[in-house]
């Protein structure tokens, strides 16, 4: 075998480097056990804020050296392979959105007192009454202006149009009502922008209605104040220019001088005043040799000279130009004082003053720098707003640092070519959120609108700006109001249920392959360790989180791996049939299996792709596990099992050094004649029949969405000891009509159920009617008494602490976005088989037998919820559609590959018969592939537990389906299109011409 060597090497390697980042998740993993037994009190209740309060504790300490380097906390973390909300719960966030800046930018910041004192007396209010902000506003103003109408304040320029004179008030508190709510949405859908880009894997993010805020749940957060910083950054980009302090010395001095005596008051605990007088009396001797000290530390190149020993670094000085550098524990002191009107007295006007956004370490001191920055006419009026830029990316500076490229729209990029022509030689501040990111000197004209951010980012800082960027400015600055660590989604039970299935599912597909294939089934299942273990380390590597639809997708991974050496153990079978010898036949094996490897893992891979640049939520994350998997079962299943047999096969000189075949299964399915096309009429007459029954019982009956689709309202429940969530989200899903969601929040005893029992109703009644629902299924379930008060819980009850009505998790857009990508999915399959198979029939003939499959499934749940078997549709029977998609699209080509073979081998006459040999020929491998695949499906079903029952459900089905339809669907489709087109060929032909 040709390029061993290479295969070999390459495999090393790749192992060698999912060890070493997998290795990091053993030790996260011990970690976190430890965090666990720490934050457990004496009857098993873990409170989720202590556990955290632990790992951030260890955050940047070492905690696990290897080859002789130490890794901290952090640095595992960030190299870990993560798990989704679904797997392991992660941070709960509550943002709201602030609707006073809506308010006050209506107006036109108007300087009205009587509007600005119901503005203040507003924001009060709403801090002790759940009122609307608007209407607060509003009593406020009346008592305050009388008969004075708003039109008088927000009948502005910028408002023209929309508000005169003549608007009443209604009209105008309709129009700030409407901007307000605008505002909210536009929140959401950037926070959601955001958040997918973050790195994290299946996020949620909900509205909570009839308020203006939002519900934010991400999975495995290590770092909350990344979190805090990303979610409640405005974005306010500004372009300014940097007034030099060599400009303003005079003036510095003066403020320095007061900073200095405020610092030495506080220490020698005396007024300002006499620290003044006291200076005022120093030795001018002493003052110059200070002077000619520093003048000397200049000289020999030292870049931070301190005015004062006795305090920090204040004001220090550089070799171009006076600079303003403090330590970073002085910044909050330095602020109050340059809020003071002495201070402001003896500053520039023209000037204001902003911190750098991160410290700089010197000396064993975090240093940051106070930037001047030279004010336009209109002090609020940056010289280039943010909202020019267009698209921003992480990239590498010059000096191959991370950095953020931006680019601009035709606006931007014309006022940012005159702003660089008109400022070669000055310094531009680039400033985010009043903070400034970096200064650099311009040194020509930059005339295409493309620039970079640089300044010392680490690469997720560098991410995330570029991310804030891209994502746009929030409309409203946002606060956090709450925060929680929550539970999976699926809970603990269910999750190690379905771990324990799968596993269980693998030891049977193990032995079924050894009892089948003999010694190559060993091969097989080595190829398939690989392949679980190439997927997981190459998450590890890329940072990705596993989440379920992940693992649906590893599902598909595994079915496709063991379709890849079935395929080639049953040529390799077949060559031996025909009198090949044992070398002879593992070579032709492999390379006429090929083909069908190839063309089946390019379209699957292809519809992974489409869906991660498309997708959104789990769809992306669905994806992103399909391509790694492809990737790396094309490679263990063709090119490292490919190895294994050929050393094998020569290790004894003979065939009894492999085999292929047990004697029980040597020719079984070998020898099959089947006619399959003539029952396709049946066939086509039983799908079309099962797809509209199903459909009209879906209509008639309705299906069961669950919360993630419809929201709902959502109770924070605590009880005195842990409850088991799986156990109680089966028991109120048979108390409810609607779908139930259980999760822990904020500790294991504390639980957040969410309903969507009487979601489209919004009124009092049904309020009381949900809840009280909820209080008696839990009571049912528990054996506990509900009571209001939770100070004191008893062994014996339970409370409700909070609720809220919140909005769905997969919104309008995900939605679009995946039928979007799904659509482009088809197209890309339709063209590639094109390509490969040079007939358009057999395109259409797959596309629709994915289409088929689709509906089959969506029936069969319809079907089953009419006999009493209710699943859910959420976010998991996407991914499990998506695996039903993959695994049909796999079937039908292996299938339509056999079928071109014969083609180029006899032509096209006698087709039927053509085509009925095909599928003869690789009914060994589809029977297989498909008993395998169902293995680990029906033992997920049986087993799995009922929260992951109508996951499992779908891929059965999905499965069977599949693989029917490649016989009995997408096969006869092509055989009657390619009748019709060879017969008008013929009628053609006895035309005279």
């Not at 003539?678 to 309705?702: E, H, M, P, Q, W």
């Amino acid at each position: 075998m040709r390029n061993q060597g290479v295969i070999v090497f390459l495999t090393v390697i790749v192992t060698a480097l999912c060890l070493y980042y997998l290795s990091f998740t053993f030790v996260s993993s011990n970690i976190q056990q430890k965090a666990v037994e720490y934050a457990t009190d004496e009857v098993g209740n873990v409170d989720f804020g202590k556990k955290q309060s632990y790992l951030d504790s260890i955050y940047r300490e070492p905690v696990y050296k290897f080859l002789g380097a130490d890794f901290t906390y952090k640095e595992i973390k960030e190299t870990e392979l993560g798990l989704g909300l679904d797997l392991q719960g992660g941070m709960h966030v509550t943002l709201e959105v602030s609707p006073v800046e809506i308010v006050k930018g209506l107006s036109g910041n108007s300087k009205d007192p009587m509007f600005n004192t119901a503005v203040e007396e507003a924001i009060e209010s709403a801090k002790t009454t759940n009122e609307k902000f608007v209407d607060v506003f509003y009593r406020s103003w009346q008592s305050k202006a009388g008969n004075k109408k708003l039109n008088t304040v927000f009948a502005t320029a910028a408002n023209r149009g929309r508000i005169s004179l003549e608007t009443s008030d209604s009209d105008i508190l309709g129009i700030i009502d409407a901007e307000i709510e605008n505002a909210i949405e536009r929140s959401f859908n950037i926070l959601r922008t955001r958040v997918d880009r973050f790195g994290t894997s299946q996020p949620n993010i909900q509205r909570i209605q009839g308020s203006g805020r939002i519900q934010i749940e991400l999975p495995g957060v290590d770092n909350q104040e990344r979190v805090r910083n990303l979610l409640q950054g405005v974005a306010k980009l500004q372009f300014w220019e940097v007034a030099e302090i060599n400009d303003y010395v005079a003036e510095l001095e003066a403020a320095n001088a007061l900073l200095v005596a405020e610092a030495k008051a506080q220490k020698a605990g005396t007024s300002v005043e006499e620290v003044v007088a006291s200076e005022e009396e120093d030795d001018e001797t002493q003052e110059e040799e200070e002077i000619s000290s520093l003048e000397q530390q200049l000289a020999d190149g030292d870049s931070t000279t301190d005015f004062s020993s006795e305090i920090s670094p204040i004001f220090a000085l550089t070799k171009a130009n006076y600079g303003l550098v403090y330590e970073i524990r002085d910044t909050v002191t330095i602020n109050r004082i340059f809020a003071r009107e002495d201070v402001k007295s003896v500053l520039p006007r023209d000037v204001k003053f902003l911190w750098s956004v991160k410290p700089q370490k010197a000396d064993g001191m975090e240093l940051l720098e106070l930037y001047g920055i030279k004010l336009t006419r209109n002090s609020e009026q940056a010289l280039l707003e943010g909202d020019v830029i267009t698209d921003a990316a992480q990239e590498l500076d010059q000096t191959s640092r991370p950095a953020v490229g931006m680019h601009m729209n035709a606006e931007g990029a014309r006022k940012w070519r005159k702003l660089t022509a008109e400022s070669i030689g000055k310094r531009i501040a680039v400033v985010l959120d009043d903070y400034v990111y970096t200064a650099p000197t311009i040194q020509g004209e930059i005339p295409n609108g493309r620039s970079q951010i640089t300044g010392n980012f680490t690469l997720e800082e560098a991410k995330d700006l570029a991310n804030i960027l891209k994502s746009g400015s929030l409309p409203a600055p946002t606060k956090i109001v709450e925060e929680a660590f929550v539970g999976p989604t699926l809970g603990k039970e269910a999750s190690n249920q379905g771990v324990i299935s799968m596993v269980a599912g693998l030891v049977l597909v193990v032995l079924f392959m050894i009892a089948y294939y003999a010694k190559g089934g060993f091969v097989a299942i080595a190829a398939l360790v690989f392949n679980i273990f190439f997927i997981l380390g190459i998450l590890a590597q890329l940072g990705a989180a596993l989440t379920l639809p992940g693992i649906a997708g590893i599902v598909l991974t595994i079915g496709m791996s063991i379709d890849a050496n079935v395929l080639i153990f049953e040529r390799i079978k077949e060559e031996l049939r025909n009198g090949s010898g044992l070398l002879v036949a593992i070579n032709e094996g492999y390379n006429k299996a090929f083909s069908a490897i190839l063309d089946s893992n390019v379209t699957t891979f292809l519809t992974g792709a489409i869906l991660y640049a498309l997708g959104q939520g789990p769809v992306k994350g669905f994806a992103i596990v399909l391509m790694i998997g492809i990737a790396s079962s094309f490679f263990s299943a063709v090119f490292i099992t490919r190895v294994i047999v050929y050393w094998m096969s020569k290790k004894g000189g003979d065939k009894s050094s492999i085999s292929f075949a047990t004697p029980f299964a040597k020719n079984v399915l070998s020898e099959l004649n089947i006619d399959f096309l003539s029952k396709r009429k049946v066939a086509y007459l039983f799908s079309t029949g099962f797809i509209i029954i199903g459909l009209a019982v879906a209509l008639i009956s309705g299906l069961k969405f669950g919360v993630d689709f419809t929201g709902g309202r959502s109770y924070i429940v605590e009880f005195s000891q842990p409850i088991a969530t799986s156990d109680l989200k089966v028991g109120l899903d048979g108390e409810f009509d609607g779908s139930v969601e259980v999760k822990t929040f904020g500790g294991n005893n504390i639980l957040k159920v969410t309903t969507s029992y009487l979601i489209n109703e919004d009124d009092d009644a049904s309020n009381a009617e949900v809840e009280q629902k909820v209080r008696e299924g839990i009571a049912t379930i528990t054996g506990l008494a509900y009571t209001k008060d939770a100070t004191n819980l008893q062994d014996n009850q339970f409370s409700i602490t909070g609720s809220s009505k919140v909005g769905a998790t997969v919104a309008d857009d995900i939605k679009a976005s995946s039928a979007e990508a799904m659509f482009f999915a088809l197209i890309a399959i339709f063209l590639y088989i094109l390509l490969r198979f040079r007939k358009w029939q057999f395109s259409l003939g797959s596309i629709i037998a994915l289409i088929h499959d689709v509906f089959f499934v969506i029936a069969a749940f319809a079907i089953a919820s009419a006999l009493g078997a209710t699943f859910e549709i959420d976010q998991v029977f996407i991914a499990a559609m998506l695996t039903v998609v993959g695994y049909s699209i796999n079937d039908t080509v292996i299938v339509f590959d056999r079928i071109r073979e014969n083609i180029e081998s006899r032509g096209t006459s006698k087709l039927v018969k053509m085509f009925n040999d095909a599928i003869n020929q690789t009914m060994a491998r589809t029977l297989i592939t498909s008993f395998t695949t169902l293995i680990v499906v029906i033992v997920l079903l049986v087993f799995g537990g009922e929260v992951l029952r109508g996951f499992s459900f779908a891929l059965f089905i999905g499965v069977l389906v599949g693989t029917y339809s490649s016989i009995y669907i997408a096969t006869p489709i092509v055989v009657d299109l390619m009748k019709r087109e060879i017969e008008n060929e013929v009628e053609s032909a006895k035309k005279p011409a």
